[in-house]
Structure formats: C-alpha cells, structure tokens
C-alpha cells in the first residue's frame, strides 16, 4: 500500500462515517483550501506517518511495516465549555476504536487536552496504527 493510498483509505473511512453522523461540523484535511468556520466546532484530520521498519524478507519480495498516527482536532468556541469538544472527539474516536480495516491495525485512540490556542478551545486526539506493505 502506497502513502497516497494510505491517505485515501483513512480520510474516505473518517468522512464517511462522520457524515452518517449527521452534526454538521465540518472537517479540514491536510493541505485543503477550506477555511475553518468564524465559529462553532470544526475538526482538522492529519495523518503523520512515523516510522518503516523491514518485517519480513522472502523471495523476492520484502515486507515492510509503517508506524504512523491519525491527529484529529476539533476546535470549538470558546467560553461555552468542554463538553462538547470531547463528545466530538468520543465521537471521532469511535471511527478508529477496535476498527477492522484491511491492511490497517488501529491502536486505543488517545485524547489529550489543549485548551485555548489561537482563539478556539481544543481538544486534540491521537490514533496510532500500523500498516504492512509488500514491495
């Protein structure tokens, strides 16, 4: 599986699913020329890739396996509490938790608090995974 791929399958499953959600709150993806909303809650989806290790060696073909890790944020108003921050991010979370994707292994999504930074409050969540690759 390619990066492109690997960007593909991650942000179709992501924006898939948080549509059937039906809230409305939009999601910007890396390098898109979308601009956050003035206000309400927005998500921004990255995903970093880390590390690729050699897994296996046979024939003539190599196994490689990549560490790499899904970065949602999602930016609400400030002054108007947490709460809704971390139910969107419960709610992100459980697009990746105990997910069953071929060729992906999806690690406990872990959240973390930001606070306000740059006028939003923010509420940042991590999501682990590995894939293999043959080449």
Do not use: C
């Not at 809230?23 to 880390?50: E, Q, T």
């Not at 073909?61 to 969107?88: P, Q, W, Y």
Request: zero cysteines; aromatic letters at 14%; glycine letters at 8%.
């Amino acid at each position: 599986m390619s990066f492109e791929q690997e960007q593909f399958d991650l942000e179709s499953r992501f924006a898939t699913q948080w549509a059937a959600l039906a809230n409305g709150y939009p999601v910007i993806y890396d390098n898109s020329p979308i601009s956050p909303p003035a206000s309400g809650p927005w998500l921004r989806f990255r995903v970093h890739d880390v590390d690729s290790n050699i897994a296996g060696i046979g024939g003539t073909k190599t196994l490689h396996r990549n560490s790499a890790f899904i970065e949602i944020v999602v930016s609400d108003d400030k002054g108007v509490g947490s709460a809704r921050a971390k139910g969107l991010a419960d709610d992100a979370a459980a697009i990746f938790r105990d997910a069953r994707v071929t060729g992906f292994r999806f690690k406990s999504p872990w959240p973390q608090r930001l606070g306000e930074v740059d006028g939003w409050f923010r509420y940042a969540l991590t999501i682990r995974f590995e894939r293999d690759a043959i080449y």
